[in-house]
């Protein structure tokens, strides 16, 4: 019996029977000789032995259903998937709703069985959550697992490291030069007397005050030194660098906030982002699948492998298309054989200084043999001719080129020099000749 079949309790979701062309209900009867598409049946049509065309009544078949367990022994597949529509028709924590509208597990048994197998089971964990590694989970509490009890290095003095955390002294919880390091010295000629006048007296303690709020100051830049892991400035860094690049420019930007919002609320902050910029790039890359009309994640493996092969067979064509423009003249095509030779020897080739008297025009390309030059009419070979551009390149860019002014109904030069990354002139030549012949319109 093939248990394989549309797991929908909508009748309207499946095919009609080839026989009578009602709605199939399960069970119902796959050929396994017929097809594609799949020749399909119901019970009573299989039972009078129905025959069209290919199809005889002795042929092989399969039995479709949903009728088996998956997650669980009293759970079947069809019951999984009416839990799931009905969480998503009712909302999370309704059920008493999922009951009524599954009518055949009670509210305590939905409850119990998504939770177990939909929330808190492992296998079903997103990947997203970065929880790869036992030692975040038992720090679940803090996005960085870092400690300001953590013992910080003990560096020799006045050595590189030392510099790196600002000559802080760990024996001493102290650093060699403080913050408002000669907030002392306003302090030093002050002496409280007897025969202070009331007024003389009062500029004392208001000087004394001031000294008391810079070292306060002083104990608050500590404070958020230690609470941050600043210290360790290299054990910071390493952390830091775990995320993406986008997020490590964010992570800069916010720094200036994280004495606000504390060690672990800032942590967190940093951490969602992180998380959202994930969620982002998974929702880009699927709507990329769908763009494309991949509907499973076997043949998106198949699209991201064609694709990669793709951009490598465009950057080769890029490449030819830029050894091509020295092939007809020798001396540029010595120059490049000798820079590529510098090149793999390891040494700094050295960039040729234009001549300001003048400068020798390229001749035209010779597009004989070239492959796509069949494609092409005389306008465009001679386009090509003088651009020195390959067939295929020009035929690529021409393409991106029309879709682009199709979608948005027209084109600005500034957007075709986005699309096809060569030279600003030669996109300028190619654009004026695609608006000149009406392949284009301008915006």
């Known amino acids: 019996m093939e248990r394989l079949a549309s797991f929908s309790s909508d009748p309207f979701d499946k095919p009609p029977c080839r026989g009578c062309s009602s709605y199939l209900t399960e069970p119902y009867v796959k050929c396994a000789e017929c097809g594609p598409p799949p ?141 408002d390091n000669y907030a002392e010295w306003d302090l030093r000629d002050i002496d409280f007397v007897e025969d202070d006048s009331d007024i003389l007296h009062a500029l004392k303690i208001a000087v004394v005050d001031i000294y008391h709020s810079r070292l306060k100051e002083r104990q608050r830049r500590k404070k958020i030194i230690r609470d941050h892991g600043l210290i360790n400035l290299r054990k910071f860094q390493i952390l830091e660098r775990r ?35 994930e969620l982002r790039r998974e929702i880009k890359r699927l709507q990329e699948y769908r763009a494309a009309g991949i509907t499973n994640f076997c043949s998106a493996r198949t699209y991201d492998h064609l694709k990669k092969s793709r951009d490598e067979e465009r950057l080769k064509r890029t490449m030819l298309s830029e050894v091509l423009q020295y092939i007809q003249d020798s001396s540029a095509c010595q120059q490049w054989l000798s820079r590529q030779a510098d090149i793999d020897s390891g040494i700094t080739p050295t960039v040729p200084v234009p001549s300001t008297t003048g400068r020798r025009s390229a001749p035209p390309l010779n597009l004989t043999g070239l492959p796509g030059t069949e494609k092409l009419n005389e306008k465009e070979k001679e386009l090509c001719q003088m651009v020195r551009l390959v067939p295929g390149a020009y035929l690529e860019y021409k393409a991106a080129l029309v879709n682009e002014c199709n979608k948005q109904g027209g084109l600005r030069l500034a957007q075709a020099r986005a699309l096809i990354k060569i030279d600003v002139n030669k996109t300028r030549k190619i654009y004026d000749f695609l608006i000149r012949e009406g392949y284009i319109t301008k915006a």
């Not at 092989?60 to 079947?76: H, K």
């Not at 995320?243 to 951490?271: C, N, S, W």
């Open 243 to 277: 995320y993406p690049r986008e997020v490590q420019e964010l992570y800069e930007t916010m720094r200036r906030f994280a004495r606000i919002l504390g060690p672990v609320e800032h942590d967190k902050f940093i951490e969602s982002h992180a998380l959202e910029f």
């Open 39 to 179: 020749f399909l049946l119901c019970l009573q049509c299989f039972t009078r032995g129905f025959e069209y065309k290919k199809h005889q009544s002795d042929h092989t078949y399969e039995i479709m259903t949903s009728d088996f367990p998956v997650l669980d022994p009293n759970w079947t597949a069809q019951e999984e998937m009416s839990l799931l529509e009905a969480v998503m028709d009712c909302g999370f924590g309704n059920w008493q709703d999922v009951a009524n509208q599954m009518c055949t597990k009670s509210k305590e048994e939905c409850e119990k069985h998504y939770m177990k197998h939909f929330i808190n089971n492992p296998l079903f964990a997103s990947t997203l959550l970065n929880l790869k590694q036992a030692e975040e989970a038992q720090h679940h509490e803090t996005a960085i697992p870092f400690h300001s009890a953590d013992d910080p290095p003990r560096p020799t003095f006045d050595s590189l490291l030392s510099r790196d955390m600002a000559g802080y002294m760990p024996a001493r919880a102290d650093f060699v030069e403080e913050f």
